[in-house]
């Protein structure tokens, strides 16, 4: 929802705040596929781990791609998501080609929900105190627009 609540405030037509809002849902429904001991380890994980939990984005894509109502634009949205505009990210980087404005949205939202969330290995995090962190320790991996149009509703949002 907060991807849908991101591209209302940057004034995208109704049709395309819903396509993010769909997206930002859907964009870790790969997840999944994941063994739950993986998913509810509360000590560091391996390499091999990181390799399971990176394909996430690969399985979510498979499970969405051949949907009707989801614009192209978004699937692509849901398979980039964890990519940044630095060329870093998973699961390819993607310095090759430019990021479209779902991918954007929603690499925000996810970062934004992710951190603000109690994990299995981790405590949440105080909303202004991750929009502080990717304003300024993510500096250079997300679009600074969505992220200025986040900062600046937070206020109203939490």
Do not use: W
Not at 140 to 156: R, Y
């Amino acid at each position: 929802m907060i991807g849908g609540y991101i591209a209302f405030k940057m004034k995208c037509n109704r049709a395309d705040v819903y396509q993010a809002a769909i997206g930002g849902c859907l964009a870790d429904c790969g997840m999944a596929k994941l063994p739950p001991s993986l998913l509810n380890k509360r000590e560091s994980l391996t390499a091999d781990y990181y390799k399971e939990i990176h394909a996430h984005p690969i399985f979510s894509y498979k499970m969405i791609k051949d949907s009707s109502i989801i614009k192209d634009s978004v699937k692509v949205a849901v398979l980039e998501h964890h990519g940044r505009l630095d060329g870093t990210g998973y699961p390819k980087r993607l310095k090759t080609k430019p990021m479209n404005l779902f991918t954007k949205i929603i690499a925000v939202a996810d970062v934004f929900h992710a951190m603000t969330s109690e994990r299995a290995y981790r405590k949440k995090q105080s909303p202004f105190k991750v929009l502080e962190m990717i304003f300024h320790d993510d500096f250079g991996k997300f679009d600074i627009a969505i992220v200025k149009t986040l900062l600046s509703s937070s206020l109203i949002f939490p």
